[in-house]
């Protein structure tokens, strides 16, 4: 069953939750940098032009594979506070179905208030992950509707 609403989600309930405890956007930011030191490494194999995230100012790597149905992401930036975007977008979008990840709104980034505190280049960064986490989430789906593994 795939959840409608993002806010009934619990890794999104949690994400919102984790980010409204801090008052201004400077202790967000740090939280979201924090996020991003958390972060699993990124194996070097996958740091490739191939996993290159185009439309990023800053250097974004994001991979993925597919194990038991489920879409596993991981990522890096060579910037912190992108690093921290990667860390969010992954706690978000990583291990869950295809069909799954291709139904989740993206209202949480307006929910944490992100969009609008991040520049122009950050926010096209950001639209240009998650529109890399979609095209994933769809390959894979047709992967597994064509019945091929």
Same mark, same amino acid.
């Given at each position: 069953m795939v959840n409608q609403n993002n806010h009934q989600d619990p890794r999104v309930a949690e994400v919102i939750a984790s980010?409204?405890?801090f008052s201004d956007w400077e202790s967000r930011y740090?939280? /979201?940098i924090g996020m991003g030191k958390e972060l699993d490494s990124f194996p070097e194999e996958h740091r490739t032009e191939e996993n290159k995230v185009k &439309?990023?100012?800053?250097?974004v790597w994001l991979y993925?594979? /597919?194990k038991e149905g489920k879409v596993i992401f991981f990522g890096d930036s060579d910037a912190s506070i992108v690093? &921290?975007?990667v860390a969010l977008l992954l706690k978000i979008?990583?291990?869950r179905e295809p069909a799954e990840i291709m139904s989740l709104q993206q209202d949480f980034v307006d929910a944490i208030g992100l969009k609008q505190h991040l520049s122009?280049?950050?926010a096209n960064g950001l639209s240009a992950m998650m529109k890399q986490i979609q095209f994933y989430a769809l390959a894979y789906k047709t992967k597994i509707d064509l019945g091929m593994k």
């Open positions: 980010f409204s405890q740090k939280h /979201l &439309g990023c100012q800053s250097q993925s594979e /597919l690093k &921290g975007i979008y990583s291990n122009m280049s950050r």
